[in-house]
């Protein structure tokens, strides 16, 4: 894969975590989530041409034993739609846990959940892409 910008997109049904990568593809930051529902695919394309995306990643959120439930559908539903409107490659990757880990990254920030459920969208999608990178940066 060419260096350039990653995008991450950790599908919800309230919103849609999204972090970047820099054009090195070092490191995730989070972006702004965006609100879940008709517009979400053209607010991430707008994402994708701003920062001359080069991948998007899209959290597949199985179960603890591998297998796929209603969210994962919603995922896969989800990415399908973007790859229709994109020429941009769109890869799902596994996200278990990156929920959690996010949570106790922000906990350990000082933020409560009350207070933080948009940022844990987001970082949740810096959590999966920073995972992507290590992982290529390992090869």
């Known amino acids: 894969m060419p260096a350039g910008v990653l995008l991450a997109c950790d599908v919800g049904t309230v919103r849609i975590g999204v ?18 529902g008709d ?8 994402l994708i041409d ?3 995306a080069v991948e998007i ?9 591998g297998t ?17 409107t994109t020429e941009v490659p769109v890869r799902l990757v596994d996200e278990r846990l990156t929920t959690v880990q996010a949570q106790r990254g922000l906990h ?6 009350k207070n933080s459920r948009s940022a844990i969208d987001s970082a949740s999608a810096v959590v999966l892409l920073q ?3 290590e992982s290529r940066a390992k090869r």
């Open 108 to 113: 350990a920030a000082g933020r409560t959940v």
């Open 39 to 46: 517009s979400a695919v053209s607010q991430v394309l707008a």
């Open 19 to 36: 972090a970047r990568s820099d054009a090195g593809q070092v490191l995730a930051v989070p972006l702004d989530s965006v609100p879940a």
């Open 131 to 133: 995972f992507v990178l």
């Open 68 to 84: 796929e439930g209603a969210s994962a559908d919603m995922a896969r539903q989800w990415a399908a739609q973007l790859e229709g």
């Open 57 to 65: 990643i899209v959290g597949l959120p199985l179960k603890m034993d």
């Open 50 to 52: 701003e920062y001359s």
